[in-house]
C-alpha cells in the first residue's frame, strides 16, 4: 500500500537559514509526487510536482526538491528562507493509474527573527 | 471569482441537523474531490468525481452524502453526523489527461464544527 511519511511534525529555522523538508514514500513503481503549502485558514496550494525526468525540480517561491528513487525519498529544499514562508508543508504521493492521492501528516514550519 | 470556491467558510450543526457544503470551481476542470483535514490526521480523501460521475469512495460514511450536477459543482450533504466529523472539509479540483495527473487546486476549505 501506498504511504507518505513527514518525520518532522515541526521545524523552526531562522530567517535567512537554509532550510530542508523530509519526505519518503512507500510504492511499488515511480509515483507521482507532490509537495504543497498550507497558509492558516487556507487551502493547499501546489510548490512542486515530480513525474518524470530530471530528478532535481524547480518549484515557485524558490523551493526545489530531489527525487531520491534508492532512497525512497522527496525532500523539500530552500536555500533561505523568508518570514512568509512560516505555514504547513505536505508531501503527496499519486498512483499512476487513478485519482487517489495520499498525503504525509504534514511539516509545520516556524521561522524566528 | 477565480479558482475554486467554498461556501460556507465556517459551519456549525447540531448532530440532528441537515446542511451542506458547496463548492464551485472555476477553472474550467475535469475532476473535482472532497478531502477531510482532521487536527494530526493526514488528509483524507473522501469522494472523486470525473466527468461528473463517481470514481473514488474511500469507505466514507452514509452520513455524508456527495452531489455532482455538473463538472463546475460539488456538494458534500451531511445528515445526523458525530462530534469526530469536527474537522476542515477541502474541495479540490484538477484537469486530468491521458498524459498523466494533473495540479489539483484547493479551495479555502470550510470548517465544520458538530455539537
Known amino acids: 500500500a501506498q504511504s507518505v511519511t513527514q518525520p518532522d511534525i515541526h521545524i523552526t529555522v531562522s530567517e535567512g537559514a537554509s532550510l530542508e523538508l523530509r519526505c519518503n514514500y512507500s510504492?511499488?513503481?515511480?509515483?507521482?509526487l507532490f509537495w504543497y503549502v498550507q497558509s492558516p485558514g487556507q487551502g493547499l496550494q501546489l510548490l512542486l510536482k515530480y513525474f518524470s525526468g530530471d530528478t532535481l525540480v524547480q518549484g515557485i517561491k524558490g523551493f526545489e526538491a530531489e527525487f531520491k528513487r534508492s532512497q525512497s525519498s522527496f525532500n523539500l529544499r530552500k536555500p533561505s528562507v523568508h518570514w512568509s514562508d512560516a505555514a504547513e508543508y505536505f508531501c503527496a504521493v499519486r498512483n499512476t493509474g487513478g485519482f487517489k492521492t495520499i498525503f504525509g501528516a504534514g511539516t509545520r514550519l516556524f521561522v524566528k527573527a | 471569482e477565480t479558482g475554486v470556491t467554498q461556501t460556507p467558510r465556517h459551519l456549525v450543526m447540531g448532530m440532528t441537523n441537515k446542511k451542506s457544503l458547496k463548492c464551485e470551481q472555476h477553472?474550467?476542470?475535469?475532476?473535482m474531490y472532497w478531502y477531510k483535514q482532521s487536527a494530526k490526521k493526514p488528509l483524507e480523501l473522501m469522494f472523486v468525481y470525473s466527468l461528473e460521475e463517481r470514481v473514488e469512495n474511500n469507505s466514507v460514511p452514509s452520513r455524508f452524502s456527495p452531489e455532482c450536477p455538473n463538472s463546475s459543482h460539488l456538494f458534500l450533504h451531511l445528515h445526523t453526523l458525530q462530534p469526530e466529523d469536527s474537522a476542515l472539509y477541502l474541495c479540490?479540483?484538477?484537469?486530468?489527461?491521458?498524459?498523466?495527473?494533473?495540479?489539483?487546486?484547493f479551495g479555502p476549505g470550510t470548517r465544520l464544527l458538530v455539537l
Open positions: 477553472l474550467g476542470h475535469n475532476a
Open positions: 510504492y511499488g513503481a515511480t509515483p507521482y
Open positions: 479540490a479540483s484538477s484537469q486530468e489527461a491521458a498524459g498523466g495527473p494533473e495540479t489539483q487546486y
